[in-house]
């Protein structure tokens, strides 16, 4: 792995673990096993701009994972519910692990890291638009599929936060079932 | 005010604008007045039982304002879109700001701070139950209204990290929607 990859991937996982704020530019350093002035010889914005990276990098990495379960199988709402149950289960099993950073670093950095703020605001809306292209690809109208995705987008993230604050996956099971139930009655038109 | 509600209120707002690791005791000891000595004389547990005391204050103000807007009016569903819309009104009109760090703050510490997790674990807990009350008093069953509440706190959590990442009121007012049609789909027995 090269230089770079190797620090943003540390920077990534210190802010699963303890969040933006926390995570102190040696600590990256010693998490990358890189020498001192190799940081900012790759990232002259230090740790705002690997933070930017590595967020980048996860939004992408887990919109594909995301979006692959929901194109699975003919019926959207049951894709829904078990995109969620499958998130679940893996959260469950890893034990209680955050595993997507951009949702917490968001709602920790919206004030404080305007810089920051927009690079989140680049990938929610990244999610939103691939998210809008596959419900419209299934038949749905485009701007219920907006109001659909961006309502799933929510509802992951803040049962995200719920699992792993109550240590249950019933937040995230129980989000799914509910956004399936939300997207039964939307009309489907015509589908191949 | 007494001073260690001047300690907690300071604690809650530096926490609701940059979150919790990055707030220092001594920005709270400014942002309070109070003198140095005053603030461990109070919280022995220093920062960590201060954010804890902050945090069950905030969240239960904000049950009770949420609980206040779900119980209006004779239609869930209805009640439920207005409290997100009204929810997406008031963050445009503050300027995107925190408006309950609860959730925030909930995951920055779920990994690093098992002490604070199990607090914030609490409020989620009691902002459930005290919900599932609500809505069982409106005739639905006990397990469709423990489900809604569940869902309905995710969506809301998450809406509100996105309506403050996208500086936008559509997360919120969407969610609502999404809510309000799910809510829709659930039975409702005997109404007063």
Chains 1, 2 share one sequence.
Not at 55 to 72: I, K, P, S
Not at 149 to 156: D, E, G, Y
């Amino acid at each position: 792995m090269q230089t770079d990859q190797r620090i943003s991937l540390a920077m990534a996982e210190l802010m699963r673990r303890q969040g933006y704020a926390a995570t102190g530019i040696k600590q990256v350093i010693e998490a990358a096993g890189v020498p001192n002035g190799s940081l900012y010889h790759h990232f002259p914005g230090g740790k705002s701009e690997i933070a930017g990276v590595a967020l980048r990098t996860m939004g992408a990495a887990y919109a594909e994972l995301v979006g692959g379960l929901l194109a699975d199988g003919d019926d959207l709402p049951a894709a829904i519910e078990q995109a969620f149950a499958s998130a679940a289960t893996d959260i469950e099993s890893i034990g209680w692990v955050n595993m997507c950073p951009v949702g917490t670093i968001a709602g920790e950095v919206a004030e404080a890291e305007p810089a920051l703020r927009e690079v989140v605001a680049d990938i929610f809306t990244s999610w939103i638009d691939e998210g809008v292209e596959l419900v419209v690809r299934r038949g749905y109208r485009a701007d219920d599929a907006r109001e659909l995705v961006t309502a799933l987008v929510a509802a992951l993230e803040g049962a995200f936060v719920m699992a792993r604050t109550l240590r249950s996956g019933e937040p995230l099971r129980g989000a799914g079932r509910a956004m399936a139930a939300y997207a039964s009655t939307l009309p489907v038109g015509v589908r191949r």
